[in-house]
């Protein structure tokens, strides 16, 4: 009996392999309409454009900007840390992201600008934190000024001198 059950294996190989190499093939059908869902993640991101201007840098996690414009494209759902520092005798100036005043959002010298459905602008400026003349708003040359004073009064006892010697004449 072994030697029944051996040759009947033999002879199931061999079939195998003549179906094998004669190119039969089993195929399974299926009938009906089966529903696929397919769902694709994408990611959109949009512009946002930092201008660094003065004395100063502005970092990120892998890169530092000086006097410079740079682009970084982010994400509606992401968010980017910037890092703000300022020259020796320097100070931050202003922080616009989209024409409005963020200074109040920095909080360790750490700004976070979170992503948006819209190209994005964020400008950095620093200027000197001396100032030898307070800022008032008067666009009027105080050095021009003082001089015209001077020589003015120069003027006046001049001409006050001559009028003194000329009576006394």
Same mark, same amino acid.
């Given at each position: 009996?072994?030697?029944?059950?051996?040759?009947?294996?033999?002879?199931?190989?061999?079939?195998?392999?003549?179906?094998?190499?004669?190119?039969?093939? !089993?195929? $399974?059908? +299926? +009938?009906? /309409?089966?529903? !696929?869902?397919?769902?694709? #993640?994408?990611?959109?991101?949009?512009?946002?454009?930092?201008?660094? +201007?003065?004395?100063?840098?502005? =970092?990120? $996690?892998? #890169?530092? %900007?000086? &006097? *410079? +414009?740079?682009?970084? @494209? %982010?994400?509606? @759902?992401?968010?980017?840390?910037?890092?703000?520092?300022?020259?020796?005798?320097?100070?931050?100036?202003?922080?616009?992201? /989209?024409?409005? /005043?963020?200074? $109040?959002?920095? $909080? @360790? &010298?750490?700004?976070? !600008?979170?992503?948006? #459905?819209?190209? *994005?602008?964020?400008?950095?400026?620093? #200027?000197?934190?001396?100032?030898?003349?307070? *800022?008032?708003?008067? =666009? =009027? /040359?105080?050095?021009?000024?003082?001089?015209?004073? !001077?020589?003015?009064?120069?003027?006046?006892?001049?001409?006050?001198?001559?009028?003194?010697?000329?009576?006394? &004449?």
């Amino acid at each position: 009996m072994k030697k029944k059950s051996s040759m009947s294996r033999v002879i199931v190989a061999m079939i195998c392999c003549c179906l094998l190499f004669m190119g039969i093939s !089993v195929r $399974a059908e +299926t +009938t009906g /309409n089966v529903p !696929v869902t397919y769902t694709k #993640e994408t990611s959109v991101t949009y512009p946002l454009h930092v201008k660094v +201007t003065g004395k100063g840098e502005v =970092s990120t $996690a892998t #890169e530092t %900007l000086r &006097n *410079q +414009t740079k682009q970084y @494209d %982010l994400a509606v @759902d992401e968010s980017m840390t910037f890092h703000l520092k300022a020259d020796t005798g320097r100070k931050v100036k202003k922080v616009l992201l /989209n024409g409005s /005043n963020v200074e $109040a959002s920095i $909080a @360790d &010298n750490k700004l976070t !600008v979170s992503g948006a #459905e819209k190209e *994005q602008t964020l400008i950095v400026e620093f #200027e000197s934190a001396r100032k030898i003349f307070p *800022q008032t708003g008067d =666009s =009027s /040359n105080l050095v021009f000024w003082c001089i015209l004073f !001077v020589l003015s009064l120069a003027g006046i006892i001049y001409t006050y001198r001559k009028k003194i010697k000329l009576i006394k &004449n």
